[in-house]
């Protein structure tokens, strides 16, 4: 079996800004919560049958309290904001598992959910729907990748190292060294993606890099002012490595049976209804029909 986890909170955003809005029956905006639950029954349309979405319930999280300037949920637009009840609500109305992470992130929900999944002999991959490359970093082989939907593209350890010069192992210091402006932390000043590279590619890990330019084992320009600047802002390169690394330990789950779709509740047609989209439930209903008629 596969195991197909979702960030909600992401899939809301490019939905709420990359589909034509919609209105509910109270006339409110949910043209986002429409395209997420018609994206997710696409998937179960074409193949996917354990799944869970993974939200940020609580935009803020234990990381804002170690780095000021740590994303926070200002400047999201009302309108969007408005919809992350609704897309929780009616995603368990439609049969599927979420996770509404409030201490932690979804991007941490989905690290625990993957380390939970890959625990079982019967799964075969673990695809992590989302581009988000703090997620690079759970990547394991070719049997948990990282799935880019709106691109096509499927990226497993192999990928990692191709699209950063890294493996997954070495995300976090490559976040903490180049910064991660969606995230709200700099990195260390000069650090660039192609120096980093370089040197991760050889050390991994910080802790690793020789504090003297003069001995690393590999060529970089300006080593001797890329060397200076992490000696100096070594305290913060530590720290942003902590904002990037994932928390992979909840305990979402006991057994991944928990994640397969059985089809929607019967209060997804109210649901359905209430936003304004009534054909969601009717197609949830053929997608589940058609589910039960395959061959065990």
Known sequence: ????????????????????????????????????????????????????????????????????????????????RAQFGPLEESLRAMGVQVWAMEEL????????????????????????CTPDKDLAQCVRGGRVVQWDRRRGEVRDEAGVIARFGVPPASIPDYLALVGDSADGFPGVPGWGAKSTATLLARYLHLERIPPRAGNWDVTVRGASRLAGNLREHRANAFLFRDLATLRDGAALFEDVAELEWRGPLPEFR???????????????????????ELPV
Not at 105 to 128: F, H, K
């Open 1 to 80: 079996m596969n195991v197909h986890l979702i960030d909600g909170t992401y899939e809301l955003f490019r939905h709420y800004y990359g589909a034509p809005g919609a209105r509910d029956r109270f006339g409110r905006e949910a043209g986002a919560v429409h395209g997420v639950l018609s994206s997710l029954l696409g998937m179960l349309d074409t193949g996917a049958t354990h799944m869970a979405v993974a939200t940020d319930h609580v935009i803020e999280s234990f990381r804002n309290q170690l780095w000021p300037g740590y994303k926070t949920g200002d400047g999201i637009e009302p309108a969007l």
């Open 105 to 128: 992130e979804a991007d941490d929900g989905m690290a625990s959910g993957a380390a939970l999944a890959a625990r079982d002999p019967l799964v075969d991959c673990i695809y992590l």
């Open 270 to 292: 109210d649901a359905a209804r209430d936003l304004g989209a009534p054909g969601l439930w009717d197609r949830a209903q053929r997608i589940s029909h058609k589910l039960r």
